[in-house]
């Protein structure tokens, strides 16, 4: 079991960055492949990217390319998202999910509790 917990959310205007993180624990974040998801209010999660357990390119959903860069730092256990040119659309709670693979949630079997992003117009 690992155990994932998100921070580095909070309020930026239109624009801004924020850089999410997830620390893991109980297991080495290093045995897992790692990804992003979001959610809206009222709508599933929606893919945002995923990295492999060795840290190889990572993926990302169409709407966050260019804008958002995913890493990991398997030493510190912890894997980020760093998230530049935010849009008021980008507003939703950000999951770190781990122990599995692809761009649907049923993917993987590790999920943390979620940190709320907000972007102000």
């Known amino acids: 079991q690992v155990q994932l917990l998100e921070s580095g959310g909070g309020l930026v205007q239109a624009g801004g960055s924020l850089r999410l993180s997830c620390a893991a624990s109980g297991r080495r974040l290093s045995s897992y492949n790692a990804a992003w998801f979001r959610q809206f209010p009222g709508k599933e999660r929606d893919f945002v990217a995923a990295m492999n357990w060795s840290g190889g390119m990572p993926i990302y959903g169409d709407s966050v390319k260019g804008r958002f860069t995913m890493s990991r730092d398997n030493a510190k256990n912890t894997v980020y998202l760093q998230m530049n040119s935010l849009k008021p659309e980008d507003t939703a709670v950000y999951y770190c999910?781990?122990?599995?693979?692809?761009?649907?949630?049923?993917?993987?079997?590790?999920w943390g509790q979620g940190t709320q992003v907000t972007v102000s117009s």
């Open positions: 999910a781990a122990g599995g693979w692809g761009r649907q949630t049923s993917g993987y079997s590790y």
